[in-house]
């Protein structure tokens, strides 16, 4: 018998349970979201998902940085005196001016659970050795997930502060089972590894866990890590500073980035009218934290653009909400061109599809009122012809997208250890 999980039916219930015990700990609390919930009455009035949408306002991240320059340093949604709170980290700024986050130790452990299933469901387990390849910063990244793990039983390995092919040897040493980084980065270190003649196949990884780009649910660039971790599996997940881990991939569809819905109201919206779309449709993902009740975000505006599937309940057996192909950008980040909706994970599923490519940059150009693209590669090692790669990546452009994109190879070009900075605007 497989395990049971619960029906829409239970899950919503759930929701709307923990939403009202939420609510109730802000009312008069906290200061932010008393100001919201004066404009549509008792939040015990609202009795359905449906409802909730209809009455309760967003909240943005303008509107949160607004809050924060007004009252500072904190800004005013924080339910409890700062004394209460033990965590500070701050967003990456990757989209604009970084925002400024405090946890209680309450809400700090609900987002431990949430990254404890994450790693179940990745099964990852006491035995295991995680290594994280990662500068720990003042950002959220993967302070939680080291927690967690360590919280199971893991033995943690941190990987800041060493070069990539430093942290390539302590892979190899260590015997870590388990690796934690973005996938941009998993690329960089298999790179390494072949560049100084060390071989993966000798390493113990069998669980890749990916997060902060689109990569890890883009088919073409996973099947790139694997090959260049034999005997990896990659897992992807996603979250964000401001709402904590937020799904995890689904067991049964790569690819495919199930929702959190026990600790997480999510909906999906038409970034430009606003309005609740049904499953199986794009749009701009909206999350309300259920369990971070020391700074709460009801109906958050992400920015992250997502497509939900269709099928009520997915092969796993889950019926919380399922993302089709990951994360698939940004809505500042997608680009029209020519009429044609280009996003991020597009572009990157199409150059990695060619074969060859190391490493991509995209050049944003606007000319007057139009939009046009234009590609860095930088072919692998022993590349026999990169003008020959170049155009093969101009026609599976035309072929995948109907657009002509001029494609240039150079010869190398930045690599990232956190999020990967591809997309250069030249407006």
Same mark, same amino acid.
């Given at each position: 018998?497989?395990?049971?999980?619960?029906?829409?039916?239970?899950?919503?219930?759930?929701?709307?349970?923990?939403?009202?015990?939420?609510?109730?700990?802000?009312?008069?609390?906290?200061?932010?979201?008393?100001?919201?919930?004066?404009?549509?009455?008792?939040?015990?009035?609202?009795?359905?998902?449906?409802?909730?949408?209809?009455?309760?306002?967003?909240?943005?991240?303008?509107?949160?940085?607004?809050?924060?320059?007004?009252?500072?340093?904190?800004?005013?949604?924080?339910?409890?005196?700062?004394?209460?709170?033990?965590?500070?980290?701050?967003?990456?700024?990757?989209?604009?001016?970084?925002?400024?986050?405090?946890?209680?130790?309450?809400?700090?452990?609900?987002?431990?659970?949430?990254?404890?299933?994450?790693?179940?469901?990745?099964?990852?387990?006491?035995?295991?050795?995680?290594?994280?390849?990662?500068?720990?910063?003042?950002?959220?990244?993967?302070?939680?997930?080291?927690?967690?793990?360590?919280?199971?039983?893991?033995?943690?390995?941190?990987?800041?502060?060493?070069?990539?092919?430093?942290?390539?040897?302590?892979?190899?040493?260590?015997?870590?089972?388990?690796?934690?980084?973005?996938?941009?980065?998993?690329?960089?270190?298999?790179?390494?590894?072949?560049?100084?003649?060390?071989?993966?196949?000798?390493?113990?990884?069998?669980?890749?866990?990916?997060?902060?780009?689109?990569?890890?649910?883009?088919?073409?660039?996973?099947?790139?890590?694997?090959?260049?971790?034999?005997?990896?599996?990659?897992?992807?997940?996603?979250?964000?500073?401001?709402?904590?881990?937020?799904?995890?991939?689904?067991?049964?569809?790569?690819?495919?980035?199930?929702?959190?819905?026990?600790?997480?109201?999510?909906?999906?919206?038409?970034?430009? @009218?606003?309005?609740? %779309?049904? +499953?199986?449709?794009? $749009?701009? &993902? !909206?999350? =309300?934290?259920?369990?971070? @009740?020391?700074?709460? %975000?009801? +109906?958050?505006?992400? $920015?992250? &653009? !997502?497509? =939900?599937?269709?099928?009520?309940?997915?092969?796993?057996?889950?019926?919380?909400?399922?993302?089709?192909?990951?994360?698939?950008?940004?809505?500042?980040?997608?680009?029209?061109?020519?009429?044609?909706?280009?996003?991020?994970?597009?572009?990157?599923?199409?150059?990695?599809?060619?074969?060859?490519?190391?490493?991509?940059?995209?050049?944003?150009?606007?000319?007057?009122?139009?939009?046009?693209?234009?590609?860095?590669?930088?072919?692998?090692?022993?590349?026999?012809?990169?003008?020959?790669?170049?155009?093969?990546?101009?026609?599976?452009?035309?072929?995948?997208?109907?657009?002509?994109?001029?494609?240039?190879?150079?010869?190398?070009?930045?690599?990232?250890?956190?999020?990967?900075?591809?997309?250069?605007?030249?407006?």
């Amino acid at each position: 018998m497989g395990e049971a999980f619960p029906n829409r039916r239970t899950i919503v219930t759930r929701q709307l349970e923990r939403f009202h015990a939420l609510c109730s700990a802000l009312v008069a609390a906290n200061s932010f979201y008393t100001k919201k919930f004066a404009s549509v009455g008792s939040p015990r009035r609202i009795q359905s998902l449906e409802q909730f949408a209809e009455i309760f306002p967003f909240t943005t991240k303008a509107e949160i940085a607004e809050d924060q320059r007004a009252s500072p340093p904190f800004g005013t949604n924080l339910t409890y005196p700062v004394e209460r709170y033990s965590r500070y980290h701050q967003t990456s700024g990757t989209a604009g001016v970084p925002l400024r986050w405090l946890d209680t130790e309450e809400s700090w452990q609900w987002m431990l659970r949430n990254w404890e299933q994450i790693l179940r469901v990745a099964q990852v387990k006491r035995a295991d050795r995680v290594f994280f390849a990662f500068s720990f910063g003042p950002f959220i990244g993967f302070w939680l997930a080291f927690e967690a793990a360590a919280k199971i039983g893991c033995l943690c390995v941190p990987g800041g502060g060493m070069s990539t092919i430093a942290r390539v040897r302590q892979v190899l040493d260590m015997r870590a089972t388990v690796l934690c980084c973005t996938p941009t980065y998993a690329i960089h270190m298999g790179e390494t590894a072949v560049k100084e003649k060390l071989n993966l196949s000798r390493s113990a990884v069998r669980v890749i866990i990916v997060a902060g780009e689109p990569g890890g649910s883009i088919a073409s660039t996973r099947q790139q890590i694997e090959q260049l971790w034999p005997g990896a599996r990659v897992f992807d997940h996603h979250g964000m500073t401001e709402v904590g881990p937020v799904s995890f991939e689904c067991p049964a569809r790569p690819c495919v980035l199930h929702i959190i819905e026990e600790a997480y109201i999510p909906e999906v919206i038409d970034p430009t @009218t606003e309005r609740v %779309l049904d +499953r199986g449709a794009s $749009g701009e &993902l !909206v999350l =309300t934290t259920l369990g971070r @009740t020391g700074s709460p %975000l009801i +109906r958050y505006r992400t $920015g992250d &653009l !997502v497509r =939900t599937s269709r099928e009520p309940v997915c092969a796993c057996g889950r019926s919380d909400l399922a993302l089709e192909g990951g994360i698939l950008g940004r809505t500042d980040e997608m680009v029209v061109v020519r009429g044609v909706n280009v996003f991020p994970s597009a572009v990157e599923e199409i150059i990695r599809n060619c074969g060859g490519v190391a490493e991509y940059r995209v050049h944003v150009k606007k000319a007057g009122a139009l939009t046009e693209l234009a590609i860095e590669i930088e072919p692998e090692a022993g590349a026999a012809d990169p003008d020959a790669l170049a155009g093969k990546v101009e026609r599976a452009f035309q072929q995948m997208l109907s657009l002509r994109v001029s494609v240039r190879a150079v010869a190398t070009l930045p690599r990232f250890e956190m999020k990967a900075k591809r997309w250069v605007d030249e407006a």
